[in-house]
């Protein structure tokens, strides 16, 4: 028999449901994208031939529903690396732990993450308006530090090279790849490159208000990185978590972003819905190709 999880830890409502996301296994698909804005729920769901589930709860909206015979959920994951630690560690308790034993079931499933959010890039010539996936995601925040995971020669190697040139003296990055098959079925449509993982809006990704940063040539430092295949192409505030998470579970996942702005060339979109919208369009019709 296997150890129960303590009620402490994972923690389910009066109606048998997962704690934060207010959900029971079958109100889920295996496919799930993830957004951060809740807003931006509906104009996915929008899309579906038919939704059989809408829940709510805190920032967290859950849509599920059909296109065509595809079951694909949509769930608002809020902003940060902390939301998702919370939102990938719901969803697999979903699937692989016994809600009603509080045991780990023999058989895993495992679940696709598709992340469509939005970017500001660190190329210049990556412009406003555009779209690119996620080769890998590089932490800043300190999310994956705790939790304990094995670092394959090719990545610690990668990892070693941005962390020697970026010297960032207070943060520990962590480094993982777009983990399982997904992202074949987005090379043929979208360039890709690393992106960076921010535990915030201002500050950590190179923003003065009115608080000084410490670290002003963070833009500079990440745009400018070289390596022998692959440079730092945007950063965000949730790939790198998605991708640990994601990995260390055992779950494929990929992250699309959408370019708002071009932090080289202090360039903002005119109309960002509408490339979020075309980001929407396309990744629905490559999930369902």
């Known amino acids: 028999?296997?150890?129960?999880?303590?009620?402490?830890?994972?923690?389910?409502?009066?109606?048998g449901s997962i704690y934060h996301l207010h959900l029971?296994?079958?109100?889920?698909?295996?496919?799930?994208?993830l957004v951060g804005d809740q807003d931006r729920v509906p104009l996915v769901s929008g899309y579906f031939d038919k939704v059989e589930v809408k829940k709510h709860k805190r920032e967290f909206v859950t849509h599920t529903g059909f296109i065509g015979?595809?079951?694909?959920?949509?769930?608002?994951?809020?902003?940060?690396?902390?939301?998702?630690?919370?939102?990938?560690n719901e969803l697999d308790a979903l699937v692989n732990v016994d809600l009603n034993t509080r045991e780990i079931k023999q058989q895993q499933t495992v679940l696709t993450f598709v992340r469509i959010g939005t970017s500001g890039a660190l190329q210049p010539d990556l412009g406003v308006d555009s779209i690119l996936i996620s080769s890998h995601g590089l932490g800043l925040d300190a999310l994956l530090n705790f939790y304990d995971y094995e670092e394959t020669e090719d990545i610690f190697d990668l990892r070693s090279q941005i962390e020697d040139q970026l010297d960032l003296l207070f943060i520990n990055p962590y480094l993982f790849k777009a983990p399982g098959n997904i992202i074949n079925?987005?090379?043929?449509?979208?360039?890709?490159?690393i992106t960076a993982t921010c535990c915030g809006f201002y500050a950590p990704q190179g923003r003065t208000l009115r608080a000084e940063t410490k670290y002003e040539n963070l833009i500079r430092k990440l745009s400018q990185i070289k390596l022998a295949e692959h440079r730092i192409t945007n950063f965000e505030m949730e790939t790198a978590g998605i991708y640990g998470m994601a990995a260390v579970l055992g779950h494929e996942a990929l992250s699309v972003n959408a370019i708002l702005a071009n932090r080289v060339t202090n360039t903002f979109s005119k109309k960002p819905e509408v490339i979020v919208k075309q980001a929407i369009e396309k990744t629905l019709e490559v999930l369902i190709a």
Request: zero cysteines; a negative charge; hydrophobic letters at 40%.
């Open 69 to 88: 015979k595809k079951r694909l959920s949509v769930i608002s994951t809020g902003i940060g690396t902390d939301n998702i630690d919370i939102v990938l």
């Open 1 to 15: 028999m296997n150890k129960q999880i303590k009620e402490s830890e994972l923690i389910l409502n009066d109606d």
């Open 185 to 193: 079925k987005f090379l043929s449509v979208y360039d890709g490159g």
């Open 24 to 33: 029971l296994p079958d109100d889920i698909a295996d496919t799930i994208i």
